[in-house]
Protein backbone atom coordinates (compact mmCIF):
# COMPACT_ATOMS: atom_id res chain seq x y z
CA UNK A 1 0.00 0.00 0.00
CA UNK A 2 1.30 3.44 -1.16
CA UNK A 3 2.19 6.13 1.71
CA UNK A 4 1.37 9.26 0.93
CA UNK A 5 3.34 12.68 2.51
CA UNK A 6 0.44 15.14 1.74
CA UNK A 7 1.14 19.11 1.03
CA UNK A 8 -0.20 21.77 3.00
CA UNK A 9 -0.31 25.43 2.95
CA UNK A 10 2.37 26.37 0.54
CA UNK A 11 2.81 29.46 1.81
CA UNK A 12 6.27 31.00 2.66
CA UNK A 13 7.96 33.86 3.40
CA UNK A 14 10.39 35.23 0.84
CA UNK A 15 13.24 33.09 0.22
CA UNK A 16 16.47 32.54 -2.06
CA UNK A 17 13.96 29.77 -3.39
CA UNK A 18 11.24 32.00 -3.76
CA UNK A 19 13.21 34.29 -5.63
CA UNK A 20 15.08 31.76 -7.88
CA UNK A 21 11.79 31.10 -9.01
CA UNK A 22 10.79 33.94 -9.78
CA UNK A 23 13.62 34.53 -11.57
CA UNK A 24 13.00 31.35 -13.57
CA UNK A 25 9.64 32.09 -14.63
CA UNK A 26 10.49 35.71 -16.20
CA UNK A 27 13.45 33.93 -17.94
CA UNK A 28 10.92 31.45 -18.94
CA UNK A 29 8.83 34.07 -20.55
CA UNK A 30 11.58 36.64 -21.94
CA UNK A 31 12.98 32.98 -23.87
CA UNK A 32 9.90 31.14 -24.84
CA UNK A 33 9.73 33.47 -28.19
CA UNK A 34 13.60 32.98 -28.80
CA UNK A 35 15.05 29.90 -28.52
CA UNK A 36 13.95 27.08 -29.31
CA UNK A 37 11.50 24.77 -27.47
CA UNK A 38 14.01 22.19 -27.22
CA UNK A 39 16.58 23.83 -25.76
CA UNK A 40 14.87 25.94 -23.26
CA UNK A 41 13.49 22.63 -22.23
CA UNK A 42 16.63 21.43 -21.72
CA UNK A 43 18.12 24.36 -20.07
CA UNK A 44 14.69 24.75 -17.90
CA UNK A 45 15.32 21.14 -16.75
CA UNK A 46 19.30 21.40 -15.90
CA UNK A 47 18.20 23.88 -13.65
CA UNK A 48 16.32 22.14 -12.10
CA UNK A 49 18.47 19.38 -11.61
CA UNK A 50 21.68 21.42 -10.42
CA UNK A 51 19.01 22.48 -7.43
CA UNK A 52 17.37 19.12 -6.52
CA UNK A 53 21.09 18.15 -6.06
CA UNK A 54 21.64 21.02 -4.10
CA UNK A 55 18.66 21.03 -2.18
CA UNK A 56 19.12 17.15 -1.11
CA UNK A 57 22.69 17.89 -0.08
CA UNK A 58 21.34 20.35 2.04
CA UNK A 59 18.65 18.06 3.29
CA UNK A 60 20.74 15.43 4.39
CA UNK A 61 23.18 17.75 6.14
CA UNK A 62 20.63 19.15 8.14
CA UNK A 63 19.46 15.59 8.95
CA UNK A 64 23.19 14.00 9.42
CA UNK A 65 21.77 11.67 6.82
CA UNK A 66 24.98 11.21 4.20
CA UNK A 67 22.59 10.63 1.58
CA UNK A 68 21.03 7.22 3.15
CA UNK A 69 17.25 7.72 2.38
CA UNK A 70 14.98 4.98 1.68
CA UNK A 71 11.79 4.76 -0.22
CA UNK A 72 9.82 6.27 2.49
CA UNK A 73 11.89 8.84 3.53
CA UNK A 74 12.50 9.55 0.36
CA UNK A 75 8.64 11.09 0.11
CA UNK A 76 9.11 13.37 2.84
CA UNK A 77 12.00 15.03 1.03
CA UNK A 78 10.94 15.68 -2.08
CA UNK A 79 7.50 16.90 -0.51
CA UNK A 80 10.19 19.14 1.45
CA UNK A 81 12.22 20.28 -1.56
CA UNK A 82 9.07 20.30 -3.55
CA UNK A 83 7.77 23.36 -1.41
CA UNK A 84 10.41 24.99 -1.07
CA UNK A 85 10.28 26.12 -4.78
CA UNK A 86 6.45 26.62 -3.94
CA UNK A 87 4.41 23.16 -4.91
CA UNK A 88 2.51 21.68 -3.42
CA UNK A 89 2.65 18.07 -3.77
CA UNK A 90 1.14 14.85 -2.53
CA UNK A 91 4.22 11.88 -2.92
CA UNK A 92 3.62 8.16 -2.86
CA UNK A 93 5.91 5.53 -2.92
CA UNK A 94 3.82 3.13 -5.48
CA UNK A 95 6.29 0.08 -4.99
CA UNK A 96 9.76 -1.33 -4.32
CA UNK A 97 11.40 0.99 -7.13
CA UNK A 98 8.67 3.76 -7.71
CA UNK A 99 7.62 7.49 -6.49
CA UNK A 100 4.93 9.00 -7.85
CA UNK A 101 5.15 13.16 -6.92
CA UNK A 102 1.54 14.64 -7.58
CA UNK A 103 1.46 18.23 -8.37
CA UNK A 104 -1.76 19.88 -6.84
CA UNK A 105 -0.47 23.22 -6.75
CA UNK A 106 2.53 25.77 -8.12
CA UNK A 107 2.93 29.08 -7.26
CA UNK A 108 4.44 30.16 -10.22
CA UNK A 109 2.64 28.98 -12.82
CA UNK A 110 1.16 32.04 -13.96
CA UNK A 111 0.28 30.62 -17.94
CA UNK A 112 -0.21 27.28 -19.64
CA UNK A 113 3.06 28.24 -21.52
CA UNK A 114 5.14 28.61 -18.34
CA UNK A 115 3.85 25.49 -16.61
CA UNK A 116 4.68 23.55 -19.74
CA UNK A 117 8.57 24.04 -19.05
CA UNK A 118 7.77 24.25 -15.14
CA UNK A 119 6.73 20.45 -15.92
CA UNK A 120 10.49 20.11 -17.14
CA UNK A 121 11.71 21.87 -13.94
CA UNK A 122 9.99 19.91 -11.73
CA UNK A 123 11.02 16.82 -13.88
CA UNK A 124 15.08 17.98 -13.01
CA UNK A 125 14.73 18.96 -9.43
CA UNK A 126 13.11 15.71 -8.30
CA UNK A 127 15.48 13.39 -10.95
CA UNK A 128 18.48 15.54 -9.51
CA UNK A 129 17.77 15.49 -5.87
CA UNK A 130 17.42 11.34 -6.01
CA UNK A 131 20.71 11.15 -8.49
CA UNK A 132 22.72 12.76 -6.06
CA UNK A 133 22.33 10.18 -3.55
CA UNK A 134 21.40 7.11 -5.53
CA UNK A 135 22.68 6.99 -9.04
CA UNK A 136 20.62 6.75 -11.94
CA UNK A 137 17.33 7.55 -11.82
CA UNK A 138 14.47 7.97 -14.98
CA UNK A 139 11.79 10.36 -14.54
CA UNK A 140 8.31 10.30 -16.80
CA UNK A 141 5.84 12.94 -16.58
CA UNK A 142 1.89 12.47 -16.93
CA UNK A 143 -1.06 15.06 -17.01
CA UNK A 144 -3.55 14.15 -14.54
CA UNK A 145 -6.39 15.96 -15.32
CA UNK A 146 -6.86 17.83 -18.99
CA UNK A 147 -8.98 20.75 -16.59
CA UNK A 148 -6.11 21.28 -14.34
CA UNK A 149 -3.74 23.22 -14.99
CA UNK A 150 -0.80 22.21 -12.17
CA UNK A 151 -1.76 18.36 -12.21
CA UNK A 152 0.02 16.61 -13.42
CA UNK A 153 2.54 13.31 -11.87
CA UNK A 154 6.29 12.48 -12.03
CA UNK A 155 6.88 9.11 -11.97
CA UNK A 156 10.47 8.78 -10.35
CA UNK A 157 12.25 5.34 -11.30
CA UNK A 158 14.86 4.16 -8.90
CA UNK A 159 15.68 0.95 -9.46
CA UNK A 160 16.12 -0.92 -13.21
CA UNK A 161 12.79 -2.83 -14.04
CA UNK A 162 11.53 -3.41 -16.95
CA UNK A 163 8.56 -0.78 -16.16
CA UNK A 164 11.50 1.37 -16.01
CA UNK A 165 12.84 0.69 -19.33
CA UNK A 166 9.46 0.74 -20.67
CA UNK A 167 8.55 4.32 -19.88
CA UNK A 168 9.45 7.24 -21.28
CA UNK A 169 11.17 9.71 -19.67
CA UNK A 170 14.75 11.66 -18.79
CA UNK A 171 17.45 9.61 -17.04
CA UNK A 172 19.51 11.59 -14.48
CA UNK A 173 22.89 10.61 -13.83
CA UNK A 174 24.81 11.49 -10.96
CA UNK A 175 27.32 13.95 -11.75
CA UNK A 176 30.43 13.44 -9.73
CA UNK A 177 32.74 15.68 -7.42
CA UNK A 178 35.49 17.27 -10.34
CA UNK A 179 37.81 17.75 -8.25
CA UNK A 180 37.75 13.82 -6.88
CA UNK A 181 37.85 12.82 -10.33
CA UNK A 182 40.70 14.59 -11.29
CA UNK A 183 42.58 13.22 -8.45
CA UNK A 184 41.85 9.60 -9.94
CA UNK A 185 41.83 10.00 -13.70
CA UNK A 186 45.52 10.87 -15.60
CA UNK A 187 45.41 14.83 -16.34
CA UNK A 188 45.93 13.70 -20.16
CA UNK A 189 43.14 11.79 -20.35
CA UNK A 190 40.51 12.55 -23.36
CA UNK A 191 37.15 12.85 -22.50
CA UNK A 192 35.98 11.02 -26.33
CA UNK A 193 38.44 8.13 -25.74
CA UNK A 194 35.03 7.15 -22.94
CA UNK A 195 32.73 6.89 -25.67
CA UNK A 196 32.07 3.92 -27.97
CA UNK A 197 31.63 4.71 -31.44
CA UNK A 198 27.88 4.36 -31.85
CA UNK A 199 27.97 6.98 -28.67
CA UNK A 200 30.55 9.45 -30.46
CA UNK A 201 27.60 9.73 -33.75
CA UNK A 202 24.68 10.32 -31.48
CA UNK A 203 26.65 13.20 -29.66
CA UNK A 204 27.38 14.68 -33.37
CA UNK A 205 24.06 14.56 -34.26
CA UNK A 206 23.22 16.02 -30.88
CA UNK A 207 25.90 18.68 -31.51
CA UNK A 208 23.85 19.86 -34.38
CA UNK A 209 21.17 20.49 -32.74
CA UNK A 210 19.21 17.38 -33.93
CA UNK A 211 16.38 15.76 -31.52
CA UNK A 212 16.06 12.27 -31.03
CA UNK A 213 13.47 11.88 -33.60
CA UNK A 214 15.38 12.47 -35.98
CA UNK A 215 19.02 11.49 -34.72
CA UNK A 216 16.76 7.30 -34.25
CA UNK A 217 15.99 8.08 -37.91
CA UNK A 218 19.52 9.09 -39.12
CA UNK A 219 20.69 5.99 -37.60
CA UNK A 220 18.38 3.54 -38.00
CA UNK A 221 17.80 2.95 -33.93
CA UNK A 222 14.87 3.60 -31.84
CA UNK A 223 14.00 7.15 -30.21
CA UNK A 224 14.39 4.90 -26.82
CA UNK A 225 18.13 3.68 -27.52
CA UNK A 226 19.01 7.04 -28.56
CA UNK A 227 17.90 8.64 -25.00
CA UNK A 228 19.72 6.09 -23.80
CA UNK A 229 23.19 6.65 -25.38
CA UNK A 230 22.51 10.24 -25.00
CA UNK A 231 22.10 9.18 -20.97
CA UNK A 232 25.17 7.28 -21.09
CA UNK A 233 27.41 9.87 -22.65
CA UNK A 234 25.62 12.37 -20.53
CA UNK A 235 26.62 9.97 -17.30
CA UNK A 236 30.27 9.45 -19.17
CA UNK A 237 31.19 12.73 -19.55
CA UNK A 238 29.59 13.80 -16.14
CA UNK A 239 27.40 16.66 -17.78
CA UNK A 240 24.37 16.88 -16.26
CA UNK A 241 22.35 18.49 -19.45
CA UNK A 242 21.89 18.58 -23.39
CA UNK A 243 22.69 21.95 -24.14
CA UNK A 244 25.76 21.63 -21.23
CA UNK A 245 26.91 18.75 -23.55
CA UNK A 246 27.27 20.57 -26.41
CA UNK A 247 29.28 22.55 -25.17
CA UNK A 248 31.28 20.52 -23.75
CA UNK A 249 31.81 18.59 -27.35
CA UNK A 250 32.65 21.59 -28.33
CA UNK A 251 34.85 23.17 -25.84
CA UNK A 252 36.87 19.70 -26.15
CA UNK A 253 36.91 18.93 -29.87
CA UNK A 254 35.06 15.70 -29.72
CA UNK A 255 32.96 16.99 -32.85
CA UNK A 256 33.52 19.69 -35.48
CA UNK A 257 32.68 23.27 -35.21
Keep these: MARDARGGDCRQPVTRQTLLMQ ?14 PLVLQEMVRGVGAQLGRQALSEYCLRRDMGGRLNGYTWAECLKEIGEQFGWTLRVAVESEGVIRVTVMECRFAESDEVWSYLREFGSGLFGGAMAEAIGDVKVSVSRCSETVQCNCAFAIYYRESEEMLAAPGVVYPRIDDPAARGAEEPQDSRPGARLTAREMQVLRHIARGL ?36 RFAFRNRLVDS
Design 23 to 36: ALTGLIQAAARQLD
Design 211 to 246: PDKEIATALDLSVRTVENHAAQIRKKLRVGSRVALV
